[in-house]
């Protein structure tokens, strides 16, 4: 038996965990969904999305969920399957909704900010590139003469 400490390294903690767990990304997306529907800012980005949000809502949970760490259920579920391809069939994806799309998520994250600024920054940073990807690679498959 040794006598000297032994050193615990504590694994670093997910967004996931941070952010508060799945309770707290249903309720960054449902703040983010609510703000989509309410604000004629995101009229467009409103408009490409089906007339009842609530599939959404759940979909869009639980890729946040599995995205940030947490129990990876969507990617179960949908196995291979690239978020970006998804949304690059989608039509009306372009530079304008995905800057309404992180200017609503900005708004939603308003109160993960106040609290875990870092944490906001991170996402948020990731999210903006990931938005604007998707419609750079949206616009790059799109027939001459469409946006």
């Not at 903690?13 to 609510?34: C, N, Q, T």
């Not at 989608?90 to 609503?104: F, H, K, L, N, S």
Request: hydrophobic share 40%; glycine share 8%; proline share 7%.
């Amino acid at each position: 038996m040794s006598l000297r400490p032994q050193r615990i390294t504590a694994r670093p903690r997910s967004p996931f965990d941070r952010i508060g767990g799945r309770a707290a990304v249903a309720s960054l997306v449902g703040r983010f969904y609510d703000r989509m529907d309410g604000n004629p800012a995101y009229r467009d980005l409103r408009a490409i999305h089906a007339d009842d949000l609530d599939p959404m809502r759940e979909r869009l949970t639980d890729f946040l969920v599995g995205w940030m760490g947490g129990p990876r259920d969507w990617f179960d579920r949908n196995p291979g399957a690239c978020i970006m391809s998804a949304h690059a069939a989608m039509p009306g994806i372009d530079r304008r909704t995905a800057e309404q799309w992180i200017g609503c998520m900005e708004e939603a994250m308003e109160d993960v900010a106040a609290r875990d600024p870092a944490l906001a920054r991170a996402l948020l940073d990731s999210m903006r590139s990931m938005s604007l990807s998707m419609a750079k690679r949206a616009a790059a498959g799109a027939e001459p003469g469409q946006p």
